[in-house]
T-cell receptor, first 111, second 118 residues
């Protein structure tokens, strides 16, 4: 099945810095999502982005489907951005139901 | 308010007992899913359902069972056959379960249930 790998596993930054999180996937995808998991465990939807570029405030994401990677950008980081960011994808072959998650990137923003 | 609710928030179980986790959605979504998360890990798919009265096994279905008698509800039973049930369980839904592409397949998650086996 599809493999999803995220990097880096941990990222520690000062408030105000910019960050880039990467997600590599092994097959063609028909669904790619980015999530932020808050300290209580809730998964917050950030982007649905199987291809192209989207922006939402200080966050933006780009998926280059032909090269099988996606990037999440966070600009002017705030302490509330801390948490674990997950990328998840489903492959065209396996169907839209099997959302496979990466291991996550733990982001810590220090004041 | 539209959304996905899960109950209870915390659940403690003795070894050998079956327990049922509740998941309800009022988003009128066709598809529902159950995932398991272990500490420091990503989520893994247990079961999913594209339509009422139908469901399929995910990657780690052994020791779990589900039912889908109503569109709004997708309860998960953790049976005594599950060897290591202590985990965080998350329920999700999407507008469509078919492989039709588009944002209909975007999944939204409930707040989760933390299950601990004593």
């Amino acid at each position: 099945g599809i493999q999803v790998e995220q990097s880096p596993p941990d990222l520690i930054l000062q408030e105000g810095a910019n960050s880039t999180l990467r997600c590599n996937f092994s097959d063609s995808v028909n669904n790619l999502q980015w999530f932020h998991q808050n300290p209580w465990g809730q998964l917050i939807n950030l982007f649905y982005i199987p291809s192209g570029t989207k922006q939402n405030g200080r966050l933006s994401a780009t998926t280059v489907a032909t090269e099988r990677y996606s990037l999440l950008y966070i600009s002017s980081s705030q302490t509330t951005d801390s948490g674990v960011y997950f990328c998840a994808a489903t492959s065209l072959i396996q169907g839209a139901q099997k959302l496979v998650f990466g291991q996550g990137t733990r982001l810590t923003i220090n004041p | 308010d539209g959304g996905i609710t899960q109950s209870p928030k915390y659940l403690f179980r003795k070894e050998g007992q079956n327990v049922t986790l509740s998941c309800e959605q009022n988003l009128n979504h066709d598809a529902m899913y159950w995932y398991r998360q272990d500490p420091g890990q990503g989520l893994r798919l247990i079961y999913y359902s594209q339509i009422v009265n139908d469901f399929q096994k995910g990657d780690i279905a052994e020791g779990y069972s589900v039912s889908r008698e109503k569109k709004e509800s997708f309860p998960l039973t953790v049976t005594s056959a599950q060897k290591n049930p202590t985990a965080f369980y998350l329920c999700a839904s999407s507008r469509q379960g078919a492989a039709s592409g588009g944002s209909y397949n975007e999944q939204f998650f409930g707040p989760g249930t933390r299950l601990t086996v004593l």
